[in-house]
Structures are given as C-alpha cells and as structure tokens.
C-alpha cells in the first residue's frame, strides 16, 4: 500500500504473520510461523526482534515447514506439478466445506453468520431461546457453554463457546472450524440445533 499510494500511508504500522498451522495447508499442530514489520521507527523494530529473540526457539520441524511455506517448488521443479495440484485441491475442499457451513447456518433457526472470508473458522452468532438460558444457569454454565455441550454430546462435533472470547452481554456465539473433512457432520449440527430450538422453544 505505501508504495502503491505514497504518502497515503507513511503513518500506517502494520504487522502481518503466517504460520504453518493456521496457513492454508493448516499443518496443525506443529509450531513455526514468522512475522513482517511495515512502517515501524528502525529502533522500534529493532527492539520487538530483540524481545521476541529472546523467547524463540522452534523445533526443528517447525523450522523446515516454514521454510517451505515461505519457498515452495518453483515452476520448473520436478515436484512443482504435484504441489499445485495438492495445494489446489486442499484449497477447493476448504471452499467447499467452508460453504457447505455457512450456507447451513443461513438456514438454521436463529443464527447470523458472516460469509467466510479467508480464516479457517466461522464464529455465527446464535439466540439461545430464554428456557435454554435458564437450563444453563440451573447447571451453572454460560447458556453458549450449555449449547455447545449439548452439541458435543449429541453428534461429538465439538465447538468453542463464544464466552471465552469476550462477547456482549445477553449475546451468545460459538466458534466452528470447518476442517474436518467431508460436508456430512453438516447435516448432523443443522439436526442438533433444531432438535435444541424446539426442545426450548
């Protein structure tokens, strides 16, 4: 952006990260990722790469998936045919499940869901009916926690409630990733939720 629009954007600090497990191959569970600082004083960058230095130590197979993270094969190479045609089929089923997801929350009863932009999670937000609520706090759990319980013991599909990120009062989310392969445990949470609606309708 600064150089596409100079002066524009002199003042903007922007900070970009990657990592191999939140990236789109999602390599979950290992740990490697890097950083990039744009528009930062010298001396202010200089200090952020000393602190973070400091407590920084990947494993080594960390380092290595970084390292072809940041360096796929090249066109030319004799694995290059072969990683775009992995790399493009992991991106159109992430497409299609993510899809798949959001067009089920479209349609399920009380639920608001932005379209899926990029991440590799969906955080809808839900009205959770008023007897549900009071269940919940009967169990002395958040009515999201109660959801999202329910939800794991009856098809062991298992989200994050939305408490545990800071939400308004009186609003209840859950967050969802849509890793999982295939689109059929789809079908199964659109059943849960309203089997859960009319229960406490």
Known sequence: MQKASPGVYDEVEL?????????MVGECGHRGAYFELVGFDQ???????KLISIGICPPVIGQCL??????PP?????SYQLYQQEYSSIFQ???LRSRALHEAFVRMEGVECQDPLGAMYLFPTITIPTAAVEKAQEEGRRPDEYYCMRLLEATGICVTPGSGFG??????HFRTTFLAPGVDWVARLEKFHEGFMNEFR
């Open 74 to 78: 090249a066109p030319g190479s004799p």
């Open 66 to 71: 970084v390292e072809m993270m940041v360096n």
């Open 167 to 172: 939400q308004r009062e009186g609003e209840w």
């Open 43 to 49: 001396e202010v960058q200089a200090q952020i790469y």
């Open 93 to 95: 089923s992430l497409v």
């Open 15 to 23: 900070v970009s990260f990657q990592s191999v497990s939140k990236g």
